[in-house]
């Protein structure tokens, strides 16, 4: 089997994030079907410059609970789409929680024309909206408990969704035209089951972007193989827009 073309934007000469990917395809129970995992590998934590103006004390470290340095895998979403047409059943509704002044998580990837439920499991009523489209959801306020749903129709798209009186309330809703999305472990670890025979391209969407890097995963009929592929990211990968 042939190496996987690799493509890294913006210079490949400035990356630092190494994304490892492997691709078990193993003979499952259907020939035609395969195990595609891997893993995102992050670069050291960026290191916070010392202050340049002093107050009356040193700082000092925390040290009941050290400061946590700020972790992408919970905003990236990864994605293998075909390279030729397939099928997409129906999917069944994807349940978007939002828990007090947050999301269950920061990024919800949905299949086109799947049907999106927010929930509201937090203790307080929130008035959501879709910054790209204001119409996306129904009006009024989402009380304790309560339900608004809407459906993407289309591919290709980012909502993000908001509450003008908490800022930091944020959640966004992305839409593709492949049921296999995964999402990364605090190890950055990721897998896709039961990947149907063909071609496709690995893809990863960070935060509020489609990041410029892909890589091609041919996955076989029912032979055992494994195919390894590095991934580099930029390193100024948080300031792609």
């Given at each position: 089997?042939?190496?996987?073309?690799?493509?890294?934007?913006?210079?490949?000469?400035?990356?630092?994030?190494?994304?490892?990917?492997?691709?078990?395809?193993?003979?499952?129970?259907?020939?035609?079907?395969g195990?595609?995992?891997?893993?995102?590998?992050?670069?050291?934590?960026?290191?916070?410059?010392?202050?340049?103006?002093?107050?009356?004390?040193?700082?000092?470290?925390?040290?009941?609970?050290?400061?946590?340095?700020?972790?992408?895998?919970?905003?990236?979403?990864?994605?293998?789409?075909?390279?030729?047409?397939?099928?997409?059943?129906?999917?069944?509704?994807?349940?978007?929680?939002?828990?007090?002044?947050?999301?269950?998580?920061?990024?919800?990837?949905?299949?086109?024309g799947?049907?999106?439920?927010?929930?509201?499991?937090?203790?307080?009523?929130?008035?959501?909206?879709?910054?790209?489209?204001?119409?996306?959801?129904?009006?009024?306020?989402?009380?304790?408990?309560?339900?608004?749903?809407?459906?993407?129709?289309?591919?290709?798209?980012?909502?993000?969704?908001?509450?003008?009186?908490?800022?930091?309330?944020v959640?966004?809703?992305?839409?593709?035209?492949?049921?296999?999305?995964?999402?990364?472990?605090?190890?950055?670890?990721?897998?896709?089951?039961?990947?149907?025979e063909?071609?496709?391209?690995?893809?990863?969407?960070?935060?509020?972007?489609?990041?410029?890097?892909?890589?091609?995963?041919?996955?076989?009929?029912?032979?055992?193989?494994?195919?390894e592929?590095?991934?580099?990211?930029?390193?100024?990968?948080?300031?792609?827009?």
């Open positions: 089997m042939s190496e996987p073309r690799l493509f890294c934007g913006r210079g490949a000469q400035r990356c630092a994030l190494v994304a490892v990917f492997t691709a078990a395809l193993g003979a499952l129970s259907s020939a035609s079907a195990t595609v995992t891997g893993r995102v590998e992050l670069p050291p934590p960026e290191k916070r410059e010392p202050s340049a103006t002093r107050g009356y004390l040193d700082p000092s470290d925390n040290a009941i609970l050290p400061v946590q340095a700020f972790s992408p895998t919970p905003y990236m979403v990864v994605v293998l789409e075909a390279s030729a047409p397939i099928e997409v059943p129906a999917p069944p509704q994807a349940i978007y929680e939002l828990r007090g002044e947050s999301f269950a998580r920061p990024v919800l990837a949905v299949v086109k799947q049907e999106v439920l927010i929930k509201n499991v937090g203790l307080a009523p929130r008035s959501l909206s879709a910054k790209e489209d204001p119409n996306l959801l129904p009006k009024g306020t989402l009380n304790v408990t309560g339900t608004k749903s809407f459906r993407v129709a289309e591919a290709g798209k980012i909502y993000t969704l908001v509450d003008p009186a908490v800022p930091h309330l959640g966004r809703v992305i839409s593709v035209a492949t049921p296999y999305r995964a999402y990364l472990d605090r190890e950055g670890r990721f897998s896709f089951d039961d990947v149907a063909g071609s496709y391209k690995l893809r990863v969407f960070f935060q509020d972007r489609w990041l410029p890097v892909s890589a091609n995963v041919a996955v076989g009929a029912g032979n055992r193989a494994k195919v592929t590095r991934i580099s990211i930029p390193a100024d990968y948080r300031a792609i827009k």
